[in-house]
């Protein structure tokens, strides 16, 4: 049996929203676990959270910690909710963190940085990986058949946009936050459009948004990963922002984006550009903290 340090924290909120949560397993600089024991780890918490983040420091190294991250599916490459999550918990529990204005981490995406304005906005902001931008043979009827919408409801004036920001994601622009959120897909149907057409994450977005001090109302379904929709996500949004700087030349710097079904109570994801790169930011809460007992493999 492994007794390990575990802490469930809620991304993307202060206490008012939902937040997405993910589940966090921290270990000391010489412990280890092997692919399949955080797989295993991960499938016994994936009804619990979307994602479990694997957190080792690496001091001395390039990097101050590495960081896995495991849906109850599959090893996922980046994961920005789980590092906002974890992230803003070390700075608020270290003071080490606490007065160091950023640090590095070790993804499978490369070297990340962190930057702590805990102070300022009790935010955290990660850097997201580059954007590859990819062509698609995706039709307007055919995205609109696998999301469940009228094909009137996607917005004409801009076109679908499919890169990679650490998964390979879709941006389908819809004309209306009512049509994002009366917006009701299915499982098998969003996963096979992914299968046929090797896209991890599938992300809905307006400029019609609730709140006019927001820029965006989105929702994010990664059926790749092994469930529908993501409450409050770091990656698929930094590939809108993305595409708002590079292919839309939008001048303003920062981008705040409402997220999810609740109309009044939004998961808030703010971006903002640091030269080349997006900056994902936003706060997190801890809800559990304790020991996770793994008793080993499953026969």
Known sequence: MKVLNFRKIDAFTSGLSSGNPAACILLSDNEK?????????????????????FVRPVSGEE?????????????????????IAVCHNLIRESQLFTESNSFKIKTKNGILSIFNEYKTENSVYIEAPEPCFHEHDVSINEMADAINLNP?????????????VGQKIILVPIM????????????????SFSDKHGIDIIVIYSADSVFQENDF???VFP????????????????????????????SEEKITIEQGTD?????????????????IGGSAVMKIEGKYYYTGDPE
């Not at 209306?176 to 996963?191: A, G, H, L, R």
């Not at 109309?263 to 900056?279: E, R, T, W, Y």
């Open 33 to 53: 676990l092997s692919e399949k024991e955080m797989q295993n780890i991960a499938s016994e918490l994936g009804d619990f959270v979307c994602e479990t983040a």
């Open 263 to 279: 109309k009044l109570n939004p998961n808030i994801i703010k971006l903002k550009k640091n030269g080349s790169s997006v900056l």
């Open 217 to 219: 109302r989105t929702r």
């Open 223 to 250: 059926p790749a990963f092994g469930y529908l929709e993501d409450p409050a996500t770091g990656s698929g949004n930094a590939a809108l922002a993305y595409h708002q700087f590079i292919n839309c030349g939008r």
């Open 63 to 83: 990097a101050d910690f590495e960081f896995r991250y495991f849906s109850k599916e599959a090893e996922v490459p980046f994961c920005g909710h789980a590092t």
């Open 176 to 191: 209306t936050y009512n049509s994002i959120i009366q917006c009701k897909p299915e499982f098998d149907k969003m996963k």
């Open 152 to 164: 009137d409801e996607i917005d004409k004036d801009d076109k679908l946009i499919c890169l990679n």
